[in-house]
């Protein structure tokens, strides 16, 4: 069995921790603050491709603010590893964003997010992004 089989985890918790982060993705390309804050725990933390650290209240209010605006955000198949109340995912999206005012050429990145089972949902703890280099 190759391991990205294994990896697709086809059972129903796995299907739905997926479901979770698609929505988390539409409320974030949506501007959909308030259903993107029910999605990332309290003490969320991002790592950017850059290397720059936001909290759950940085990242969220970026986007209220349009300092970040995501146009697209593409996810690929969505790999689940869970456990409990616990699950790691890692996906590859094509995103489109506009940073600052400056709007950032369609890029891939890799995506590693942790979750966590608290009061009944899917929160996300930890994500980071790794922008991905085509080799020349």
Do not use: C
Not at 1 to 6: E, F, I, L, V
Not at 61 to 73: F, P
């Amino acid at each position: 069995m190759s391991t990205h089989a294994t990896e697709l985890d086809s059972s129903p918790e796995a299907e739905f921790i997926r479901d979770t982060e698609r929505a988390r993705l539409r409320a974030l390309v949506g501007g959909d603050v308030e259903t993107a804050g029910r999605l990332h725990a309290t003490e969320f933390q991002l790592i950017t491709p850059i290397g720059m650290a936001l909290s759950k209240n940085d990242y969220l209010g970026a986007i209220a603010s349009g300092q970040i605006k995501y146009l697209a955000w593409e996810p690929g198949p969505i790999a689940v590893r869970h456990h409990q109340s616990h699950a790691v995912i890692r996906y590859r999206a094509r995103l489109e964003v506009v940073f600052g005012g400056h709007r950032v050429a369609p890029s891939d990145y890799w995506h590693t997010d942790t979750y966590e089972y608290r009061d009944g949902q899917w929160v996300v703890v930890w994500s980071q992004a790794t922008s991905i280099s085509q080799m020349p």
